[in-house]
Every structure is written in C-alpha cells, then in structure tokens.
C-alpha cells in the first residue's frame, strides 16, 4: 500500500498489493466532486418527467447537464492517474469563512441597503479573504 497526497489505494492482483497511482490528487478530487454534483443532479431529475429531444421536459436540461458533468468528472480522475501534480495543500478556512460570510451579508443587507449597497459590502468583504487586500484602496471605492 501506498500514500499519494492524502489517498491511499490499493490493488490486489494475483496475491500481491500494488498502489494504484494517483499522481495528481487535486484533479483526483476535483473528478470526484464533479461526479458527485452531475450524479446528484440525474438523480433528483428522475423526478421530473424527461420528455423527448424536440418537446423536452423539466428533467431533460439538468439530466442531460448532469450527465456531462459525470463525465467530465471521470476524465479528471482518470487523468489524474496519468499525470502527476501537485498535492492538495490545506484548507483555507478563514478565506472560505470570510466569503460564506459576504454572502450571507449580502443576501440580510439587500432590503436595507438596495443593490447597489449590498454588492459594495459583498465585493470589499469577500476581497478581504486575499492575501492582495489593501484597506487603503478598498475603502475610497464609493
């Protein structure tokens, strides 16, 4: 068994284990969420009548959308065992906070402030998750 970045795999053929080569673990991970958003999205479109190809119905754009997507995801995942890349680092969560943040911000102050307001406090609180922020250019904005 072998670690490549976080993800241990193994293969077992004919009495011996031999790692399965993950060589890129951001594509790896990045397939996989594709595949599981595209699959979830065919799956809660079963629901919906599909229709046909010239008078489709409410299942057909998010079915097909979905399918795509599931796609798309399996072929970053098979390339991530063909081509190396760099490991997953660690998750920024004060930068993932502070953008949760701007927008639930966004979506209390929209009544209060109107648009134009709301967005202003959206972009200045969300831009502050980067590392390029500067509060002297940030606030002479308005």
């Not at 976080?6 to 080569?21: E, M, P």
């Not at 648009?115 to 202003?120: N, S, T, V, Y």
């Not at 922020?133 to 308005?142: E, G, M, Q, R």
Request: proline letters at 6%; aromatic letters at 8%.
């Amino acid at each position: 068994m072998r670690e490549f970045g976080r993800v241990k795999a193994v293969i077992i053929r004919g009495g011996t284990s031999k790692g399965v080569g993950i060589r890129n673990p951001k594509d790896f991970w990045s397939g996989v969420i594709f595949a599981a958003v595209g699959l979830a999205a065919v799956v809660l479109g079963r629901d919906y009548p599909m229709g046909t190809t010239m008078r489709m119905g409410p299942a057909y754009f998010p079915t097909v959308l979905g399918l795509l997507l599931t796609l798309i995801g399996l072929a970053a995942v098979i390339r991530s065992l063909i081509r190396p890349g760099a490991p997953v680092g660690p998750l920024a969560y004060r930068k993932v906070l502070l953008v949760t943040v701007s927008i639930g911000l966004f979506g209390l102050l929209l009544r209060a402030l109107g648009l134009a307001g709301a967005i202003l406090l959206l972009v200045i609180v969300s831009a502050y998750a980067s590392q390029r922020f500067i509060w002297s250019i940030a606030l002479p904005l308005p």
